[in-house]
């Protein structure tokens, strides 16, 4: 089992409908963090949060640390926004290793 | 844009090839990372370097070979690789060292495509 799951795999939708990925991990964390990376390859780092909540533009991330969840949040998605979503952890030693979701894969059709 | 080239985009060699990845950072970042990305599989962390010390390898095959003259620029040689070694190479910087004690968001190149003969 790996130390982060992300569900759905995969999401296709209707542009305008409300998006949700979910992130869960297994390990103690210093920050999660949320990638996009389009077709083509580079990945861009959306968010890096430790608790609460963060918006990046229409975007929305949340953290529960107690529960060891975190959903990332598109409202009013756009074909834009169709990516893949990664999820990505920092553990509490050895802050700069990343351990990897496997990705989410959205597309929005319009 | 986001201040981290990578070189070549795409490169297909033979499993007798000698190549070489370059990646240079724009951003007066501390830390370099190699990440390899597989089809189906979660990005896997290969090499990071701090300030042009290697601080982590993560157990991978000597066929590949890091080099970091510089806390701006960092390469992966090729030699002998596998077919199985095909993927998206992507190289990463991020601006703080491990000493201090905070994460720090990481910036991603455009990634390098490797194809294995």
């Known amino acids: 089992k790996n130390e982060v799951e992300q569900s759905p795999q995969n999401l296709t939708a209707q542009e305008g409908e409300f998006i949700t990925i979910n992130c869960s991990y297994s390990v103690g964390i210093s920050a999660l963090h949320w990638l996009q990376q389009h077709p083509g390859g580079g990945i861009v780092s959306l968010f890096m949060l430790s608790s609460g909540k963060k918006k990046h533009g229409r975007l929305i991330a949340t953290i529960n640390i107690q529960e060891k969840h975190s959903s990332l949040h598109i409202p009013a998605s756009h074909p834009r926004d169709s990516a893949v979503y990664i999820c990505?952890?920092?553990?509490?030693?050895?802050?700069?290793?990343?351990?990897f979701g496997q990705g989410t894969r959205l597309t929005i059709n319009p | 844009e986001t201040g981290v080239t990578q070189t070549p985009r795409h490169l297909v060699m033979g499993m007798t090839n000698k190549k070489s990845l370059k990646c240079e950072q724009h951003?007066?970042?501390?830390?370099m990372y190699w990440y390899k990305q597989s089809a189906k599989k979660p990005l896997e962390l290969m090499f990071v370097?701090?300030?042009?010390?290697?601080?982590e390898n993560n157990s991978v095959p000597s066929r590949f070979s890091p080099e970091c003259p510089n806390s701006s620029h960092l390469f992966l040689h090729l030699h002998t690789l596998q077919p199985e070694d095909s993927a998206l190479y992507l190289c990463?910087?991020?601006?703080?060292?491990?000493?201090?004690?905070?994460?720090?968001?990481?910036?991603f190149g455009p990634g390098t495509r490797l194809t294995v003969l």
């Open positions: 990505a952890v920092s553990r509490r030693r050895g802050a700069q290793k990343l351990v």
């Open positions: 370097y701090n300030f042009k010390e290697q601080t």
């Open positions: 990463a910087s991020s601006q703080d060292l491990p000493t201090s004690g905070r994460t720090d968001t990481q910036y």
């Open positions: 951003l007066g970042h501390n830390a």
